[in-house]
Structure formats: structure tokens, C-alpha cells
């Protein structure tokens, strides 16, 4: 059992939940005086719908995530010595899971991630429930536990845009 744990996806999901759990209110209390704490393009499309934030303005947000995400992403690459790896936390194994189980899986946890994020942080309403200091908490504790759920739910898939 101990070596299924070890080598299996249980411990990794596991590792990277708790580090998204950790490190995603810290980023969202960082870029909070400046963005409003969007650090994700999914919830700035989601509060631009929500009329929370404007067109412009999440155009601008969303373009700055990407550029972030792939500036990110060649460094990540450039770390590595060689040309052949797989990132961890990004990969589908086509030939276990089909296209079409990864969309499912990535369309429910993303709207599961953003209906929690509006229930618990980013509706105004809310903000006399938790106060100005929780919410990021609890959607940085949404976000792994997404992402420790999809970690390990289907083997050969753990997530798109998740990590």
C-alpha cells in the first residue's frame, strides 16, 4: 500500500492541492491593491459577466494572466535540462482518457470553482458574511481541493488549467 501511495497519484494530487491551498491567497492578497486579486482569466470573464469588473479592464487583466501564464511556462521549460518531460499537474494521456472526459471534468470544476469563488468571495454581499480577509482564504481552500479532486479522479488526467 505504501508503495501504491508513493508512486500512485494520490500523494502528488494530495502535494498540490495543499500548495495551491497555500499559495493562491497569498497571490490573491498581493495583487489585491492592484487587480482586485485576479490572478485566474476564468474569474475575470466570470466578474466582467457579473458586471463586477469592465470591459477594458478585463481585457487588459486577461491579457496580462496570459502573458504571465507563458512567460511562466517557457521558464519552467528553461529549467529543465533536457527537451523531453512531462510538467506535472499538466498532462492528459490521450489513450486512457478521451477529450472528451477532460472537457467534462475541466468545464465542471471550473464552474464549481467559479460558483464557490462568487458564494464566498467575490460577491459583494458576501463581504459583511467573511469580511475582506477570508475570502481569499476559502477560494485559495476551493481551488485545492479542485485540484486534489481532479488529481487523482481519473487516471491519465490531471487537469488543464487546475494547476
Do not use: K, W
Request: proline share 6%; charged share 5%.
Amino acid at each position: 500500500m505504501a508503495g501504491n501511495l508513493a508512486t500512485g497519484p494520490v500523494v502528488p494530487s494530495l502535494i498540490g492541492g495543499l500548495l495551491n491551498t497555500l499559495t493562491l491567497p497569498l497571490f490573491i492578497f498581493a495583487a489585491g491593491p492592484v487587480s482586485g486579486g485576479h490572478v485566474n482569466p476564468t474569474i475575470t470573464m466570470a466578474t466582467f459577466f457579473a458586471r463586477l469588473s469592465t470591459f477594458p479592464r478585463s481585457i487588459l487583466y486577461i491579457s496580462f494572466q496570459l502573458l504571465g501564464a507563458t512567460v511562466a511556462g517557457y521558464l519552467l521549460r528553461g529549467s529543465f535540462d533536457t527537451r523531453s518531460f512531462v510538467i506535472p499537474g499538466c498532462v492528459i494521456d490521450t489513450s486512457v482518457v478521451s477529450v472528451g472526459s477532460a472537457f467534462t471534468i475541466e468545464v465542471t470544476t471550473d464552474f464549481m470553482l467559479i460558483f464557490l469563488s462568487f458564494s464566498v468571495g467575490l460577491d459583494p454581499r458576501q463581504r459583511e458574511v467573511f469580511g475582506p480577509a477570508l475570502g481569499p482564504i476559502f477560494v485559495g481552500i476551493i481551488l485545492g481541493i479542485t485540484s486534489f479532486g481532479t488529481g487523482y479522479s481519473q487516471v491519465g488526467y490531471t487537469g488543464f488549467g487546475t494547476y
